[in-house]
């Protein structure tokens, strides 16, 4: 069975640096043509696509935060860790990390962010 | 930046109707291009890969069509259970998501 699970902290302050860890089990992040993605959704808004890393390592970003975001990766644990610096009050949100295969097809349950000093 | 626009960005509907939800990609895609159902406080599940395959476990009262810049998600006949949020996303570089349609009861 393919789970993933989000963990990091609920809370954080602004100007600080968010720190989230997707553990994944039922697939191994080597195998090839599967990734994963983190996207996160503010409350009561869309989805927005962050980043994602690939098989072979590779990592792609959104534009829009690219200079905030690093995402990577430790196949040894099967954790997909991903950073944001320069936390803002409009970055409170559930982040959600998934696996894509053919699509984005296994989710993790999503972990809340809040923002606030 | 590929950017997806969804119509409508609402809609009501009833058991039994046929619903259709529109996608745009404001450069062409092939046919990368995922759908996606999301209920409230829960994450989203993927319906439809490939503009038009089925994902496994996924009734087959949803279909996709489309490629190129146009897409679009049918449901065939509502069910109770399809009253949600659905997401249309390009995977033709990097990912992004549609801003959403909700689908309530009328």
């Known amino acids: 069975q393919v789970t993933l699970k989000e963990s990091g902290p609920v809370l954080v302050k602004p100007t600080e640096t968010l720190t989230l860890t997707c553990t994944v089990s039922?697939?191994?992040?080597?195998?090839?043509?599967?990734?994963v993605s983190w996207i996160r959704q503010p409350p009561g808004k869309a989805l927005e696509w962050l980043a994602h890393i690939f098989s072979n390592d590779e990592k792609s970003y959104s534009t829009s935060l690219k200079s905030r975001l690093t995402i990577s990766k430790d196949t040894s644990k099967s954790q997909v860790v991903l950073t944001m610096t320069n936390m803002d009050p409009v970055d409170t949100a559930t982040y959600y990390c998934?696996?894509?295969?053919?699509?984005?097809?296994?989710w993790g349950q999503g972990t809340t962010v809040t923002v606030s000093s | 930046d590929i950017q997806m626009t969804q119509s409508p960005s609402s809609l009501s509907a009833s058991v039994g109707d046929r619903v259709t939800i529109t996608c745009r990609a404001s450069?062409?895609?092939?046919?990368?291009l995922n759908w996606y159902q999301q209920k409230p406080g829960k994450a989203p599940k993927l319906l439809i890969y490939a503009a038009s395959s089925l994902q496994s476990g996924v009734p087959s009262r949803f279909s996709g069509s489309g490629s190129g810049t146009d897409f679009t998600l049918t449901i065939s006949s509502l069910q109770p259970e399809d009253f949600a949020t659905y997401y249309c996303q390009q995977s033709y570089s990097s990912f992004t998501f549609g801003p959403g349609t909700k689908v309530d009861i009328k």
């Open positions: 039922g697939f191994s992040l080597s195998n090839a043509r599967m990734g």
């Open positions: 450069q062409s895609i092939s046919s990368y």
């Open positions: 998934a696996r894509r295969w053919n699509g984005m097809d296994v």
